[in-house]
């Protein structure tokens, strides 16, 4: 019972400090608890540790841990994929000890001889891929083209160079300081694979995943099979036990014969538990991407949708929307009093804090100057307001992330 509980708290709290690493970041968890105990391991702790060794140790010892420090906080380095990949390794070590000799069994066929290799290889395949695969750097060869992929929309991307590659930021591109490049269409940058997750290699980051996810659930599935004909072996179905509040023998309840077959078998078990735990974890993560995709948006631009709707809160953003002079004259000429059918228009936003508005009209209505077209200036008070331009429906969104352009 004690070893349950203390295996069970010792694999929540790894599969805790996962999520927090994992979710951390994200634009739901950012401001919150999770983001601040993420920035809290990989960057406070780390700091601190820095600083007290530098209080111990001085001359070259101090020179290495700071060289060590820049390394591991502001290099490219492989430190989570080789946690990643003993992690796997590890547990496919152990299940092939404790569980492979069980295959197969009452509750599992013959076939899963041949599914479990299969399945052990398109993870290693799929980790290897998004490891290696290039994510969408921008280059001067390819910016032109870049620049043409997506639009600007003068809210969340406008024009600017690039302060590092020194050329045009093409729109949804972001310049990773870890891999030293532009990429675009840029979701982040994951420490797991060490490498960008970009245009090109988003689907490859989402099988990734998905693999990750399979390989947990389907490990989890056959421990606990394998538990069942365990059970079925001891004939535990049957089992009496002696009551310690009564002195009574009972019936096994199914509850004390889980405790006593993982107490039996204490590494599978840990296994099992890790592997559910894991997948869990992971699943989550899973459907927040996929979620992304759906919106049409990425994980970068999921940040700065955040910051404008804390925008709209305080009431700075506003838009300018101009009816093109050819539609509004058509709208007109076809009924000069129907005034509710608009023409095209062209939407600029900007951020205009409070302090600094001046004499505003009612109506936030005013006249371009030297120009015949009707301009309209009003604030945007909700996030429903503001429209996406990336994002082109739920099929578009898929086919873009599964068959994305060519740079």
């Known amino acids: 019972m004690d070893f349950f509980i203390g295996i069970t708290l010792y694999l929540a709290v790894l599969c805790f400090f996962i999520f927090v690493l994992i979710m951390g970041p994200s634009s739901h968890f950012r401001n919150g608890p999770i983001g601040k105990l993420n920035h809290f391991f990989t960057v406070t702790l780390i700091e601190w540790i820095g600083h007290s060794y530098r209080k111990v140790c001085e001359g070259r010892t101090t020179e290495t841990c700071d060289r060590l420090c820049v390394y591991f906080m502001e290099k490219k380095n492989p430190v989570l994929v080789i946690v990643y990949l003993t992690l796997l390794t590890g547990s496919i070590l152990l299940f092939y000890i ?3 000799p069980n295959i197969p069994g009452h509750y599992l066929s013959d076939v899963h001889k041949y599914l479990v290799p299969i399945v052990i290889f398109f993870t290693y395949a799929s980790f290897f891929i998004a490891c290696k695969s290039d994510p969408g750097k921008v280059t001067r060869e390819n910016v032109i083209k870049a620049c043409k992929m997506f639009e600007y929309d003068f809210l969340i991307f406008e024009p600017k160079e690039c302060k590092t590659c020194l050329f045009l930021k093409p729109a949804r591109s972001k310049h990773c300081s ?5 990429v675009a269409k840029s979701d982040h940058h994951c420490s797991w694979i060490n490498n960008c997750v970009g245009l090109k290699n988003y689907r490859y980051f989402l099988l990734f ?35 310690i509040q009564t002195g009574r023998k009972v019936k096994i309840s199914t509850y004390q014969a889980a405790l006593f077959l993982i107490h039996h078998e204490r590494v599978l078990g840990a296994l099992g538990i890790f592997a559910l735990l894991v997948g869990l974890v992971i699943l989550i993560f899973f459907c927040y991407q996929l979620s992304l995709v759906y919106n049409g948006t990425t994980a970068n631009e999921a940040f700065k949708w955040e910051e404008i709707e804390e925008i709209i809160m305080t009431g700075d953003l506003w838009v300018f929307e101009r009816e093109i002079e050819e539609e509004s004259r058509r709208r007109k000429k076809k009924n000069k009093e129907v005034s509710i059918v608009k023409g095209r228009t062209t939407a600029i936003y900007w951020i205009q804090p409070a302090r600094h508005r001046k004499n505003k009209s009612s109506e936030g209505e005013s006249e371009a100057n030297g120009e015949n077209s009707k301009q309209l200036g009003r604030q945007v008070k909700s996030m429903s307001e503001v429209r996406n331009i990336y994002d082109k429906g739920l099929w578009g969104n898929f086919k873009e992330t599964v068959f994305p352009p060519s740079l």
């Open 98 to 100: 404790t569980a492979w």
């Open 178 to 182: 870890l891999c030293e490049m532009c």
């Open 209 to 243: 995943l998905y693999a990750t996810i399979q390989i947990c659930f389907y490990g989890a599935y056959l421990i606990y099979h394998i538990f069942l004909d365990i059970a079925k072996k001891m004939n535990l179905a049957e089992a009496w036990i002696t009551s």
